[in-house]
């Protein structure tokens, strides 16, 4: 057990608890009820009266991450880690590529946004990457569990707030780089930079796995010597042609010049790419490509991830989309699809970036026969104030505005015909909404299946 803690409710007897002042809490104020949990030391900023041992140190967190770095690094060194990083792709990729070691037959343990996954536990997760103190426990469970691989996906907070510090990857990934995170990165510049810094956490022997068809995968090849390619035409994973159908695709591809050709159940361009981060992934791992195609079949979307339902004579979509560009994807991927109508739900969050609603406002609308705008997490702000945000990008009059999800989700189900696809983006896995500071229950796929239920009575 790491001895560690700095949440006081989580502190056991035994542990140093660690007082660190965040952005909206001070773990300061919580030293007293940290040492009646049983802390027998604590680690703090300023001197404080307690029954314990006090450490004063200028920075405590940073003092405790090179602590825990220092003292429990060395344990995961024989974890075979993979990191994958990018703006979109991350889950699917990740998810992917632990369920194919799976079929390998090895344990295996995955971390990201829909959770930790180790054998049968299970954990939810608050963030993609979550804080270095989360990581290095869900590794010491996945060592606790014989774990050969652990698959993470690494967000870009995570690499700028040093929260794989003192990990080493055996391969990592990028799938591409889009507008997100601006509210915390500034520009496209410095959110790069922030993907790149992966590099710095892979083993001198370990492979950088990269999307050449995004520009910014130069970067990662000027930077990382043994860097190697996947996309279309002059990869090192080269995807020669593919056949897009409504519940599987065809695609032929070549590996350092050998054909292959496989069937996956996944769907859409953008899926390619993901099903090509993981081939390239297991490949540089040391599995056969025979056998990743023979396992291929088995593979299924992650929740949330494209997952469809047939309603009445059309399809409903749940995918997280939730980018500028990951909407683009979703939205024109199913108009090429598509037989009848596209309608698209789709709403921004609230407290984060602005500068992408009204690009997705006006994404949705160019690209969607129809669209319900509503909303997805509004938070601390007003939703109305959203959705004027969203508004201003729109140029046509095929839109409607439904604030309330659940209500948004039944009108868009309603408007069915035959062959229509309906698209909920946004929430994919996610079973909550947030408004102010409270999660009310609310899952996009469970409505479905409700609708769907209640046209049978």
Not at 34 to 49: L, P, Q, S, W
Not at 91 to 106: D, E, I, V
Not at 225 to 248: L, Q, R
Not at 384 to 411: F, H, P, Q, S
């Amino acid at each position: 057990m790491i001895k560690y803690e700095t949440d006081s409710r989580k502190v056991k007897p035994g542990q140093t608890f660690v007082a660190i002042k965040g952005y909206t809490v001070d773990g300061h104020d919580y030293i007293e009820s940290a040492v009646k949990n049983g802390a027998t030391a604590i680690i703090a900023e300023k001197e404080v009266k307690t029954t314990v041992p006090v450490t004063v140190v200028e920075n405590s967190a940073k003092y405790f991450q090179e602590k825990l770095v220092e003292e429990y690094s060395k344990n995961f060194k024989n974890l075979k880690l993979i990191g994958i990083t990018g703006t979109n792709g991350k889950t699917t990729s990740a998810y992917l590529t632990y369920q194919m070691l799976s079929k390998f037959g090895k344990k295996v343990a995955y971390m990201g946004t829909i959770g930790f996954m180790c054998g049968d536990y299970y954990e939810e997760l608050p963030n993609t990457s979550p804080e270095i103190l989360t990581i290095y426990k869900l590794l010491e469970i996945a060592l606790d569990n014989s774990c050969e691989y652990v698959v993470m996906e690494v967000s870009s907070h995570a690499l700028d707030l040093k929260r794989i510090e003192g990990l080493s990857f055996e391969v990592c990934a990028f799938t591409n780089l889009t507008e997100d995170h601006l509210d915390y990165h500034k520009t496209m510049d410095s959110y790069l930079e922030c993907k790149l810094l992966i590099t710095d956490y892979l083993k001198d022997t370990g492979v950088m796995l990269v999307n050449k068809d995004d520009d910014a995968s130069k970067k990662f090849i000027e930077k990382f010597s043994n860097t190697k390619t996947f996309g279309i035409g002059n990869a090192d994973y080269d995807i020669s042609e593919f056949d897009i159908h409504p519940d599987h695709t065809d695609i032929r591809f070549k590996v350092y010049g050998d054909d292959y050709k496989v069937t996956t159940n996944l769907t859409s361009k953008f899926n390619i790419y993901n099903y090509m981060t993981m081939f390239s992934i297991v490949h540089e791992l040391g599995f056969n490509c025979e056998d990743i195609i023979k396992h291929t079949k088995d593979l299924k979307q992650p929740k949330g991830r494209c997952e469809t339902y047939k309603v009445k004579d059309g399809f409903a979509v749940v995918d997280y989309a939730h980018t500028p560009d990951a909407v683009l994807k979703v939205v024109t991927a199913y108009k090429e699809l598509a037989k009848a109508r596209v309608i698209t739900l789709v709403g921004c969050g609230g407290d984060r970036d602005p500068m992408k609603r009204p690009i997705m406002g006006d994404i949705a609308s160019e690209y969607s026969d129809y669209v319900i705008f509503t909303s997805d997490n509004p938070r601390t702000e007003d939703p109305e104030n959203i959705m004027k945000d969203i508004l201003a990008g729109v140029k046509k009059d095929n839109y409607e505005v439904c604030l309330d999800r659940r209500e948004a989700i039944k009108k868009a189900l309603d408007m069915i015909n035959k062959d229509d696809i309906v698209l909920l983006l946004g929430k994919g896995h996610e079973d909550y909404q947030i408004i102010g500071h409270t999660k009310i229950h609310l899952d996009d796929s469970e409505e479905i299946l409700k609708y769907v239920d209640n046209l049978k009575e």
